[in-house]
T-cell receptor, first 112, second 116 residues
Framework: DVKVTQSSRYLVKRTGEKVFLECVQD?????MFWYRQDPGLGLRLIYF???????EKGDIPEGYSVSREKKERFSLILESASTNQTSMYLC???????????FGPGTRLLVL | AQTVTQSQPEMSVQEAETVTLSCTYD???????LFWYKQPPSRQMILVIR??????QNATENRFSVNFQKAAKSFSLKISDSQLGDAAMYFC?????????????FGKGTKLTVNP
């Protein structure tokens, strides 16, 4: 079974802090994704990566950056957290040529 | 750009009954995939069922089946013999099968409540 793990289930940070959300997958997938999930808005794509050191902006990249130094790990970075970044963050991965995307358990981030 | 619309923010069903969740999408492409994902209160999103647009036959997975109407751009999910464990948010999603697209486009979700 594909396993996608995220470093924290719950995180509380202060406004202005730098925040790192980590995601690791164990299936050698080329593609990894970061989504933000808010009630009534569904899932919105922040960034994705199709290979090591490669990244592309999704629909809502503002205020976020990403890092992919190793194939199995994809990090989401909030350079200076703001209260409007309070949300659920979901990581996902998918092998190139494969049809299904697999999700991690999510990180609920609260920015005070 | 493709869009996915789930017109039912909330639905409820009695245990053992059947419920249908609606999804429509907009695309100019002919080759794509459609998905239903389930997100229980524990928050792990899992795949329920997948449909390839080139397949005329509707996908089924045990108690879950879809009604895929390509011309109408409709992709509804039917859950038969509903169980308490089916209570969750359900998301419909679209992905292009044409070269270069890796993105899933999601609907806003339908919250399904199962009443005992």
């Amino acid at each position: 079974d594909v396993k996608v793990t995220q470093s924290s289930r719950y995180l509380v940070k202060r406004t202005g802090e730098k925040v790192f959300l980590e995601c690791v997958q164990d299936m050698d997938h080329e593609n990894m994704f970061w989504y933000r999930q808010d009630p009534g808005l569904g899932l919105r794509l922040i960034y994705f990566s199709y290979d090591v050191k490669m990244k592309e902006k999704g629909d809502i990249p503002e205020g976020y950056s990403v890092s992919r130094e190793k194939k199995e790990r994809f990090s989401l970075i909030l350079e200076s957290a703001s209260t409007n970044q309070t949300s659920m963050y979901l990581c996902a991965s998918r092998g190139t040529g494969r049809k299904t995307q697999y999700f991690g358990p999510g990180t609920r981030l609260l920015v005070l | 750009a493709q869009t996915v619309t789930q017109s039912q923010p909330e639905m409820s069903v009695q245990e053992a009954e059947t419920v249908t969740l609606s999804c429509t999408y907009d695309t100019s492409e002919s080759d794509y995939y459609l998905f239903w994902y389930k997100q229980p209160p524990s928050r792990q999103m899992i795949l329920v069922i997948r449909q390839e647009a080139y397949k005329q036959q509707n996908a089924t997975e045990n108690r879950f089946s879809v009604n895929f109407q390509k011309a109408a751009k409709s992709f509804s999910l039917k859950i038969s013999d509903s169980q308490l464990g089916d209570a969750a948010m359900y998301f419909c999603a679209y992905r292009s099968a044409e070269g270069g697209s890796e993105k899933l486009v999601f609907g806003k979700g339908t919250k399904l409540t199962v009443n005992p």
